[in-house]
């Protein structure tokens, strides 16, 4: 009987790419364990263990067999008339086939039916495959799927082999307990042994006695913190500790810890400073240039402003760290004197004196350079200020920041938007687009909320990230992303699978996000034509621009929403009214959980949707309502209890009351169910038959005003 022990697996490689390591890591771990679970080697409850370093992938798993159990097989081999003959002995081609599949001549068949016919079964018992074969099978399914984000090939020691991995690979363990398993991969024969820290490791050449001694070995005798997240913890923690003693916090970014984690193999993080006067820049500048180029932790005060001091983390703990301290400092100095050198430049000329130059930025092949985007942009804001100007809902402005006031601030910094793009600060970070310009802007005295509306006209940036502060910087980030929008989609680059290189599923998001959160009173249709409106004839070459990009911005809003909380059923009943103004959506969801909630809630769904079914077959023309018509008892109760129930539900309605709407309507249970228990809607008589579905069509207006309710029957 095989026993369980457990299983390390490791590959000693040259440095590994820091961006990907922690990708890596858990692929490779979850690839091997998921194939030797395939085979059947893998007891129930076991726990994987990645591992993940500079310079190694790692796996321990727990309860792995020595064997694979057997397993029972039925193979099919072929009909009973072709298999045997007349006299019930196998024929040729059964024999044949016998043979092919590895059974013997004398092998006891089954007879049973397969489909109409008889055939024959053999049943077997397959044995389990050994860990040497299936951990072998795990490895080079492995090799095919990790995801490597560019290959590298190099030679083997024998002068003559390559091979392809993402980095050369010195070693390779594979032990079961404390027994190896005679597995190879990219030229290396399995073994025990693996490397230490380069400089701090007590042993540089480990040996590995047991698969459960790996991670201690590693970090007692190798100076190495093998686990990624065990690594990432006390990076953490070492960061908080050394802020907390200066009073001060570390800058919050998980891609920056991570990226950092697989740059270390034993984190020591070490505190630096700067002189005080590189603080007169824009601190997302100098925090920038401290990320991005030395991967550095910036220190903030409690407002969150930009200290002088700083962190770094050292590979090496030696015992006086003065030399590294000090080789930071000096190493970061000339970045923060470039970034103070771009912004005492930058500041020499005026954002508006740069704007002629954006002819001669290339936006797109097809849609012309940044300054005729500029103008586009600019045309869009005007159009957005004048539809909330003329909104059937007010759209309330500051009392000192009235329509005109507002269009003059957005005209103004539509203009200037995109002048930052040529400043140097910007090219050498383009990352501080918006940003710098908002700084500039202020620097010449420009009306704070055009400087603002500057800095955030690209926001929201990402999922997360704060919408424009003011009217202006909202009425310019939406005018900016719809013009991304209709162009992209207007020269066809529409987005297809998870390839999006404009990045325009985000931009969709940033006007969903917008309208909603900003409660605009707002009509997509209206803004997507006035989108297409600020391009050139002919500019836009694919014919069905507006309805692809509605129907793109309404999937994207379904998606949105479901990631919010809300169910299937919810939001499809609103989003299949494909309401025009975005606003008030979070109203109407929370009006169709309230009604959802009613004990009439599921009659009444079920009625609409019966409602729906009769009227979509009927072929009469349809009628006004006769009350002289309503015949029977039960009709004229709904007429009444329809009249009464409207009344009540539509002025709630016009004022946004959507919740008091719908339970206002829930009154109609009652007279619904009567109707169709008692009414037959199809009479012989044609203008009674008319009537009946005048009064099925009135009820299914006045409930279908909020959301489509028949989408919450089950």
């Known amino acids: 009987m095989s026993t369980h022990q457990n299983l390390l697996v490791e590959l000693f490689v040259e440095e590994l790419p820091p961006k990907a390591l922690k990708k890596l890591g858990e692929s490779f771990a979850q690839l091997i364990e998921a194939a030797l679970r395939a085979q059947g080697l893998v007891g129930e409850g076991a726990v994987a263990t990645s591992f993940a370093s500079p310079r ?20 099919k081999l072929m009909p009973v008339a072709v298999g045997l003959g007349a006299d019930g002995q196998p024929s040729p081609a059964l024999l044949k086939k016998l043979a092919a599949s590895g059974l013997a001549a004398d092998t006891p068949l089954e007879r049973a039916l397969d489909g109409k016919a008889e055939a024959l079964f053999a049943n077997t018992v397959q044995p389990g495959a050994s860990l040497a074969q299936g951990l072998q099978q795990a490895l080079d399914e492995m090799l095919k799927a990790l995801p490597i984000p560019k290959v590298m090939s190099y030679q083997l020691a024998d002068g003559w082999s390559n091979v392809h991995f993402v980095r050369p690979v ?31 490791a007590a042993e540089l050449r480990l040996e590995i006695e047991h698969a459960d001694h790996y991670a201690e070995a590693l970090k007692t005798r190798g100076a190495v913190i093998a686990s990624f997240a065990e690594r990432r913890a006390e990076l953490q923690r070492q960061l908080q500790a050394a802020g907390a003693k200066l009073g001060l916090k570390p800058i919050d970014d998980e891609a920056l810890l991570d990226e950092v984690t697989a740059l270390v193999e034993r984190p020591n993080v070490l505190h630096c400073q700067f002189e005080k006067d590189f603080l007169e820049v824009p601190q997302e500048c100098l925090i920038l ?8 932790f910036p220190l903030l005060d409690a407002a969150g402003k930009l200290t002088e001091h700083f962190l770094v983390v050292s590979n090496i703990a030696p015992a006086d760290a003065s030399a590294v301290i000090q080789g930071n400092e000096r190493v970061v100095r000339p970045r923060l004197a470039d970034a103070k050198f771009f912004y005492d430049q930058d500041r020499k000329k005026k954002l508006a004196d740069r704007v002629p130059g954006l002819a001669k930025v290339v936006y797109h092949g097809k849609l012309g350079s940044q300054g005729e985007r500029a103008e586009r942009v600019r045309a869009i804001a005007h159009a957005i200020v004048n539809q909330l100007r003329s909104a059937t809902v007010p759209y309330t402005v500051d009392a000192k920041d009235q329509f005109d006031v507002l269009d003059s601030k957005v005209q103004q910094a539509a203009v200037l938007a995109k002048a930052d793009l040529l400043t140097d600060m910007v090219g050498e970070f383009p990352e501080l687009q918006g940003i710098m310009g908002g700084y500039y802007a202020r620097h010449e005295g420009l009306r704070d909320g055009v400087a603002i509306a500057i800095e955030d006209h690209y926001k929201p940036r990402f999922a997360g990230d704060a919408l424009p502060r003011n009217h202006t910087g909202t009425v310019l980030a939406l005018a900016d992303k719809l013009e991304t929008l209709v162009g992209l989609f207007g020269v066809g680059q529409l987005p297809s699978g998870d390839k999006d290189p404009f990045a325009l599923r985000r931009h969709a998001l940033g006007v969903i996000r917008i309208l909603m959160e900003k409660n605009l009173p707002l009509s997509l249709p209206a ?11 002919g500019m836009l070459t694919h014919a069905t621009v507006q309805e692809d990009l509605l129907h793109f911005a309404y999937e994207r809003l379904t998606g949105a929403l479901r990631e919010q909380g809300y169910s299937a059923q919810e939001v499809d009943a609103v989003i299949a009214l494909r309401p025009a103004q975005w606003g008030d959506i979070p109203k109407r969801l929370a009006a169709v959980r309230a009604f959802a909630a009613l004990p009439e809630a599921p ?7 019966r409602v729906g079914n009769i009227l979509k077959k009927s072929e009469e023309a349809p009628v006004a309502l006769n009350g002289a018509l309503l015949q029977e008892a039960a009709e004229q109760q709904l007429a009444a209890a329809l009249q009464a129930a409207t009344a009540q539900a539509d002025p709630l309605f016009e004022q946004g009351d959507y919740t008091g709407s719908l339970r206002a309507l829930a009154a109609l249970k009652a007279p619904v169910d009567a109707f169709f228990d008692g009414v037959m809607v199809n009479a012989e008589d044609a203008a009674v038959r008319a009537n009946r579905l005048a009064l099925l069509r009135g009820l299914q207006q006045a409930m279908n005003r909020v959301a489509e309710l028949a989408r919450l029957a089950q």
Do not use: C, W
């Open 170 to 200: 010195h070693s390779l363990i594979a032990l079961h307990g404390d027994t190896v398993v005679p597995v190879s991969l990219l030229g290396l024969q399995s073994g025990r042994h693996t490397q230490g820290h380069r400089f701090e």
């Open 527 to 537: 803004l997507v034509q006035a989108g297409v409106a600020a391009f050139p004839e």
């Open 56 to 75: 190694r992938l790692g796996l321990h798993l727990t309860q792995v067999l020595e064997q694979a159990p057997e397993k029972a097989q039925r193979v």
């Open 603 to 609: 009659a009444l769904a079920a009625a609409n949707k």
């Open 289 to 296: 240039t401290m990320k991005a180029n030395q991967k550095y």
